[in-house]
């Protein structure tokens, strides 16, 4: 009877992990657990599971190391039955956020009374691109196509090698080399961990290039730009190094060094003397900062449950020449309302101190992370802003395209989700010499609907009809990706 009871629990148990997203391997469960060893007591019904054995299959170039490092248990480990429930899918969402595979199932794979083999079966990506290279330049495609009639003279062409899990570490070699817009040659190679308790880890990084054109000015919140067919205006050289700490497995701390040499034509400090400070065409630079990144959701790429953060802090210059202290926070909590809706709200703050900087350093709002749906058209510049984004959205549609399978493949379908959505967004940027652009020092507000379609390797799709305080509207189109 006792066994019996077990063997009811274990089947539970399975059931409950099949509704959280891992498959229950039962075709894989060993023969009916011995009984010899049972205690008869009635309080044995509570007694916790002992992890045995952790079993790895479908992992060819990663690394087993990589994988157990992402799992919150380790064989000897104890659980009762809703803790395990719980630490099954925190395993499969830990190894989804690695980006390194397509699918994940931790499941049962065997017992014997209340010992229990756990088995985590992965799917794994592509993990090496090298592509030609087609980008524009601008902020959005929105201002590529309408604002420069989608022109090929601001589009950057060329090879990049986009090399993922290169020793099978879940390290990534990027390398570009750019031409049109930009001319530029550019390199950086992240080590996830470089020590034997995979806790401390490497990033090193540089690029080098120079431009025909410059954003030299802001003007009515419009980039201003002065272009020269004929010569370079603009070159510039970065690197940096990089160490991470990783201790536990949802919060990775980032220290950086790095190095900035940037050159202008004097035609472009003579339209704005500002672009620079003290009217100089050169400079040159040190930075240090630190980056905190806690992530404790259910899927990095596109989050639907779950909190994340960054707090970054910078330092820029050693003199007046460059003297920039600057402190970024972003915030993005998500839960789930009902079965297939889902509230979002997002946050992004920015400040740099001191208030006075030159314009090169002054670049806030549409430029990066902190933007405002219905405002693509639009820059603010300034030393001090926030933007708050909330959205409510609906999954309307869940499903694959199925694939030829070959030897080869690791997937047998694409997939596909496609969410509706209706958003607000609330902005602030703060500058103290505004200039000729009236969207500063005033809260801005936009809302509207949308469609996001969500695909194989992140790449994200958003389609929004967007509505802004300047009685303007229009469709934008904008996409995500690892490419």
Known sequence: MQSLKIYLVIITLSAIISKAGAQPLLDKLSAYPSTDNLDTKENNQTAPFVIRNIFITGNKKTKASIILREIPFKPGDRFQLQELVSKFEDARKQLMNTTLFHEVTVALKSFEGYNVDI???????WYIFPLPYFKMVDRNLNQWLVQHKASLDRVNYGVKLIYNNVTGYNDKLNIWLMSGYTQQVSMNYDRLYIDRKMKWGARVGVALGKNREVNYNTINNKEVFLKDTNNFIRSFFKTYLELTYRRAIKTRHRFGIGYTEERVEDTIVALNPKYFTLGRSHIRFPEIYYTMNYHNVDYIPYPLKGFETQVSLSKKGLNHIVNVWQLDLSTGNYWQLFPKTYLSI???????LP?????????????GEMFMQGYEYYVIDGVAGTCVKTTLSKKFFDFGVPLRVTKKQTIDRIPFRIFGRIYSNAGYV?????????????????????LDIVTIYDVSIKLDWSFNQLG???IYLHRTNNF
Do not use: A, I
């Open 355 to 367: 208030f006075k900087q030159p314009f090169f350093n002054s670049r806030l709002m549409g430029y």
């Open 119 to 125: 088995l985590v079966d992965v799917k794994e990506r």
């Open 430 to 450: 703060y500058n103290p010499t505004p200039g000729f652009n009236n969207l500063n020092n005033k809260m801005l507000f936009s809302g509207g609907v949308g």
């Open 346 to 352: 997002n946050t992004v703050s920015t400040l740099k």
């Open 472 to 474: 303007q509207n229009g």
